[in-house]
């Protein structure tokens, strides 16, 4: 194969990534318009946003294992069609159910995208510089793509409503499915790959229900009973799918892979990256426009260092990565994010450039240590699981972004909700105290005295939040750093394990 059609495939597979990861994070610009279009409940924003990752994260598995059976090239293209599908019907959702059940839609679409993806590298660039090359500007795209998300929502909503930004998603993908069926090689797959759904649905209950009972547990009004009952309807679904692998002769996901030090630290890597890029990323927007006032765009274009410090720190470290210790590597990136992370809390109140610094570290060590773990996972799997260990990654990364979101978003809600103090002499829906945004929706029923000061009473609550649960994520992203480096201080006996 030439070296131009193995870039040119590179750029379709990476436009196909970049509309799936931007799709996790474009909504968050457009939140606060399509709450008050649609008239959103807090529980049912977040359900949108989750929606798409948690049931990705689910499939994924069984997607990679369909590209292997199937062929990478006829999994993808399906995966295209159905994401413009999927796409087209969430521009134009009347309600937020409906957009709920596109937004599931277009995760199966992404779901069998996204382990092709990494597949089509590894089949595609043989020469081992060459595919940590490719891997690192996959990486880059993966962590500064979903940094673009917000930009490109402000950019769109300067102009038109807010199903525009699943409308971007049609040109890309037409354009994209044309090139595939041009340049993408056929790969016949493996006829006697079996497909294991009953497993997938396993593993996507068991999400589903850790994430419904944290989001239970945050509610102003939630119950404690049904919050337990979906931890205790999560943890059995996850210990039998683990069951069930383990006995399994051809698994979804073949756990010994986890024995691999390098592949182990590599899941934790992503894990803990996309948990803390999609978290932040949500609540520091959210904050900018509810709290500071700014437009989307204006709130896109202020984090606009993040993907750029991302996309260049992927690239660079995927072109010297032969020269060090892949471990140390992973290591040092959470590090530099946590130091980021500490840097801007410490100016969030501050000066702009203060701010912009900590932002930038915050993404350069985060698409560092996207690419770090990417080439762990792919070049520490056996070649014959090429599409298994994709899709363990593209686990990790939704698992963790999924995750990130309802975790940070539903503290953040919860200790708004404990901070928030109406003004006395208001008499106020109880529902200011869920979320800004519904209390900013009952502010504009009010007389502008009173409008003001509750206002003002939910912008501090949600300060208060918003600094309680940056500074949990700082310490979390020291210590994953930290338990990365001492994971790999172990016997690396464990990476000469024949699977």
Do not use: C
């Not at 769109?156 to 199903?163: A, I, V």
């Amino acid at each position: 194969m030439s070296k131009f059609k193995r870039w040119i495939i590179l750029a379709i597979v990476s436009s196909a990534l970049l509309l799936i990861v931007m799709d996790m994070t474009i909504l968050y610009t457009a939140l606060p318009s399509l709450t008050h279009d649609l008239g959103a409940s807090a529980s049912e924003k977040l359900w949108i946003l989750n929606g798409y990752s948690l049931v990705m994260a689910g499939l994924l598995p069984a997607m990679g294992t369909l590209g292997d059976r199937l062929g990478y090239k006829k999994i993808f293209t399906l995966g295209l069609l159905v994401f413009s599908v999927a796409s087209l019907t969430a521009a134009f959702s009347p309600v937020p159910l409906v957009l709920v059940a596109a937004r599931v839609l277009l995760a199966v679409g992404a779901s069998m995208m996204m382990p092709a993806t990494l597949s089509i590298i590894r089949v595609t660039f043989t020469d081992d510089r060459e595919r940590a090359l490719a891997i690192g500007i996959w990486g880059s795209i993966s962590s500064g793509g979903a940094g673009l998300g917000p930009i490109v929502g402000g950019l769109l909503l300067e102009h038109f409503w807010w199903g525009s930004v699943f409308l971007i998603n049609l040109p890309i993908a037409i354009i994209a499915l044309a090139l595939t069926v041009i340049y993408v090689p056929q790969h016949a797959g493996n006829k006697d790959k079996k497909w294991d759904l009953i497993g997938s649905i396993q593993i996507m209950i068991a999400m589903v229900g850790l994430i419904y009972s944290i989001k239970e547990f945050a509610r102003r009004d939630g119950s404690i009973t049904f919050a337990i009952m979906g931890a205790v309807a999560g943890a059995l679904a996850l210990i039998i799918f683990i069951r069930r692998q383990n006995k399994s002769s051809s698994p979804l996901i073949d756990l010994s892979l986890f024995k691999i030090t390098r592949f182990s630290t590599g899941f934790i890597t992503a894990l803990v990256g996309a948990f803390a890029q999609m978290g932040i990323q949500y609540i520091v927007t959210q904050r900018l426009q509810l709290v500071e006032g700014l437009t989307p765009l204006q709130a896109g274009l202020f984090t606009i260092s993040i993907p750029a410090a991302a996309l260049i720190a992927g690239p660079i470290t995927g072109a010297v990565m032969h020269r060090f210790d892949v471990i140390r590597l992973k290591s040092l990136s959470l590090l530099i994010a946590s130091l980021g992370m500490g840097i801007y809390l410490t100016q969030f109140n501050a000066g702009i450039a203060g701010q912009i610094v900590g932002l930038a570290l915050l993404g350069a060590g985060l698409g560092a240590g996207m690419t770090a773990a990417s080439h762990s996972i792919m070049n520490y799997a056996p070649s014959h699981k090429a599409g298994m260990a994709a899709s363990i990654e593209e686990v990790a990364y939704e698992m963790g972004g999924a995750s990130g979101i309802a975790i940070i978003g539903s503290m953040s809600a919860l200790v708004y909700s404990l901070s928030m103090k109406i003004p006395s002499g208001l008499k106020v829906p109880a529902i200011v105290k869920d979320s800004l945004d519904e209390a900013l929706l009952v502010a504009e029923g009010l007389p502008p005295q009173a409008a003001e000061a509750l206002k003002e009473a939910g912008r501090t609550a949600f300060d208060h939040s918003f600094f309680i649960i940056l500074a949990g994520v700082t310490v979390f992203l020291a210590a994953a750093s930290l338990i990365v480096r001492l994971a790999g201080g172990r016997s690396k006996a464990h990476d000469l394990l024949k699977l």
